[in-house]
């Protein structure tokens, strides 16, 4: 049985047998139907500078241990278990973009990673930047993965008539500590390695550097290594939160998993952030006074501008 989605919350069926090729995945895949594709971005969109937001899978396979979909004002209490693949997306967004009078450009991967192990079969995202290229719209992507490297010539595509950026997510460069609390994703060294080709096809390269982990992933070295790397492998820009922001659900997975990990930290975490929604490093202002002033002596830009409209304004990011 397929079941219809409702984006505040589907209730998936008919669980199907995943890729074996997947690295690492506790899920099961499931079909889901969508009702719409495109969610409009009202605001000026601080983080990515994005006009609307697509969301083509539920859950995600890379199961990070600090993930805010996980919360549950998402309504999705099973984001690990399941992954749900919205099988009419592609029909979908087709027709979404087909009565959009006004061009934009559409950010993928907040909710989920479009680029997780289930798309080297599902194909979603591929089949949805052909789609964006065709009907002339501009994409931003966030990924932990390198399989965006498959679609490098899409990209290029999308790129002839608007715009394409992809933002690699780096928290860390410790591969060792990466497969911790990313425990699904490829390792950041992979991810830089990505970043390179990615420039030298003459795509905007970027990294978003969120969350930074208070006393796991916030030493200066850390992140003046990894700005130095991000410099190296061609990126025009970070974006960077020093910090990690905390809800309910999300809290507990993530404390449940520091406690298997980390002993003693969840104590330290509590003590210092109790309920807070927003956990600031320690040290973030000065740790922000310094990336910047790394960044700029490198010509990397360290905030987002929407990226079809040049008089918007750039905003600060948190912290
Ligand atoms: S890749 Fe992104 S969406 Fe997926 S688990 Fe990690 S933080 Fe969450």
Same mark, same amino acid.
């Given at each position: 049985?397929?079941?219809?989605? +409702?984006?505040?919350?589907?209730? !998936?069926?008919?669980?199907?047998?995943?890729? &074996?090729?997947?690295?690492? =995945?506790?899920?099961?895949?499931?079909?889901?139907?969508?009702? #719409? /594709?495109?969610?409009?971005?009202? &605001?000026? +969109?601080?983080?990515?500078?994005?006009?609307?937001?697509?969301?083509?899978?539920?859950?995600?396979?890379?199961?990070?241990?600090?993930?805010?979909?996980?919360? %549950?004002?998402?309504?999705?209490?099973?984001?690990?278990?399941?992954?749900?693949?919205?099988?009419?997306?592609? +029909?979908?967004?087709?027709?979404?973009?087909? $009565?959009?009078?006004?061009?934009?450009?559409?950010?993928?991967?907040?909710?989920?990673?479009?680029?997780?192990? %289930? &798309?080297?079969?599902? $194909?979603? =995202?591929?089949?949805? /930047?052909? @789609?964006? *290229?065709?009907?002339?719209?501009?994409?931003?992507?966030?990924?932990?993965?390198?399989?965006?490297?498959?679609?490098?010539?899409?990209?290029?595509?999308?790129?002839?008539?608007? =715009?394409?950026?992809?933002?690699? =997510?780096?928290? #860390?460069?410790?591969?060792?500590?990466?497969?911790?609390? &990313?425990?699904? %994703?490829?390792?950041?060294?992979?991810?830089?390695?990505?970043?390179?080709?990615?420039?030298?096809?003459?795509?905007?390269?970027?990294?978003?550097?969120?969350?930074?982990?208070?006393?796991?992933?916030?030493?200066?070295?850390?992140?003046?290594?990894?700005?130095?790397?991000?410099?190296?492998?061609?990126?025009?820009?970070?974006?960077?939160?020093?910090?990690?922001?905390?809800?309910?659900?999300?809290?507990?997975?993530?404390?449940?998993?520091?406690?298997?990990?980390? !002993?003693?930290?969840? $104590?330290?975490?509590?003590? $210092?952030?109790?309920?807070?929604?927003?956990? *600031?490093? !320690?040290?973030?202002? #000065?740790?922000?006074?310094?990336?910047?002033? @790394?960044? *700029?002596?490198?010509?990397?830009? #360290?905030?987002?501008? !929407?990226?079809?409209?040049?008089?918007?304004?750039?905003?600060?990011?948190?912290?």
């Amino acid at each position: 049985m397929i079941v219809q989605e +409702d984006d505040a919350g589907a209730s !998936p069926s008919a669980p199907r047998a995943h890729a &074996e090729a997947f690295r690492y =995945t506790l899920a099961v895949i499931r079909d889901i139907q969508a009702r #719409t /594709l495109l969610s409009r971005v009202d &605001e000026i +969109d601080m983080w990515f500078g994005l006009d609307f937001g697509m969301n083509l899978y539920r859950g995600c396979q890379h199961h990070c241990i600090y993930c805010d979909s996980r919360s %549950a004002c998402y309504g999705n209490d099973r984001f690990d278990e399941d992954i749900c693949v919205k099988r009419n997306a592609i +029909d979908v967004l087709r027709e979404e973009l087909r $009565r959009k009078r006004k061009k934009g450009v559409v950010g993928t991967g907040s909710m989920n990673d479009p680029y997780m192990p %289930a &798309e080297a079969d599902e $194909r979603l =995202t591929q089949r949805a /930047l052909e @789609l964006l *290229a065709e009907y002339g719209f501009g994409v931003h992507v966030i990924t932990k993965s390198t399989l965006v490297l498959r679609d490098v010539s899409l990209l290029q595509k999308v790129a002839r008539r608007s =715009t394409a950026a992809v933002s690699l =997510t780096i928290t #860390t460069l410790d591969d060792e500590l990466a497969r911790i609390v &990313e425990p699904g %994703a490829p390792p950041p060294s992979d991810r830089l390695r990505a970043l390179r080709e990615l420039a030298d096809a003459g795509i905007e390269a970027r990294v978003a550097l969120m969350p930074v982990l208070p006393f796991l992933e916030d030493s200066w070295d850390a992140v003046r290594c990894l700005v130095e790397r991000a410099h190296s492998a061609g990126v025009q820009a970070i974006v960077a939160s020093f910090g990690v922001t905390m809800r309910d659900r999300q809290r507990e997975y993530f404390y449940a998993r520091l406690d298997e990990n980390f !002993p003693g930290l969840r $104590r330290i975490y509590q003590e $210092r952030f109790g309920d807070r929604y927003v956990c *600031a490093a !320690p040290e973030a202002e #000065t740790l922000r006074a310094r990336f910047e002033e @790394l960044c *700029a002596a490198h010509g990397m830009r #360290t905030s987002v501008r !929407p990226l079809l409209a040049p008089s918007a304004t750039e905003l600060p990011l948190l912290a």
